[in-house]
């Protein structure tokens, strides 16, 4: 549920020239995803912080985010599967986003104590600042 693709996200909304994923170079798509997936997380993880009034970034805040974030993306397609149970969900990304085949989330602190592991996590690895050149969680 973070691959822009499943989200309904078209390759030209993450820089690459094509019509559709299918479509895109193998090596310019894997690329953008991974961009895509970076820059989504870091705003995914600092609209918790926000929301929570979290001071610190930690596994559960992380694992809370990602879990709500899938729940909210599969909404539309969870809702169709309860009122058409005898039918397929149509493979359009756009109108029923997300993959309701499962979501594991596993979150841990590295580090030999929860000092370096806390100025790890504040550091360049989590930003608070939205990548330009994705929509924000809000308008997805």
Not at 31 to 53: D, H, I, N, P, R
Not at 117 to 131: E, I, N, P
Request: proline share 8%; charged share 25%; aromatic share 8%.
């Amino acid at each position: 549920n973070l691959d822009p693709e499943y989200m309904g996200i078209s390759p030209r909304q993450c820089n690459v020239e094509a019509d559709s994923w299918d479509q895109a170079d193998p090596g310019r798509a894997e690329a953008a995803k991974t961009a895509f997936t970076k820059a989504f997380l870091e705003v995914l993880v600092s609209s918790e912080m926000q929301s929570s009034g979290g001071k610190e970034v930690t596994p559960r805040l992380i694992a809370e985010a990602v879990v709500r974030h899938a729940v909210e993306n599969t909404k539309q397609s969870r809702r169709f599967m309860m009122q058409y149970p005898q039918r397929r969900l149509p493979k359009d990304y756009t109108l029923y986003p997300g993959k309701m085949d499962h979501t594991t989330v596993v979150c841990f602190v590295i580090g030999k104590d929860r000092e370096s592991s806390k100025s790890f996590a504040t550091s360049s690895h989590v930003r608070s600042a939205t990548a330009p050149e994705f929509p924000p969680p809000s308008e997805l």
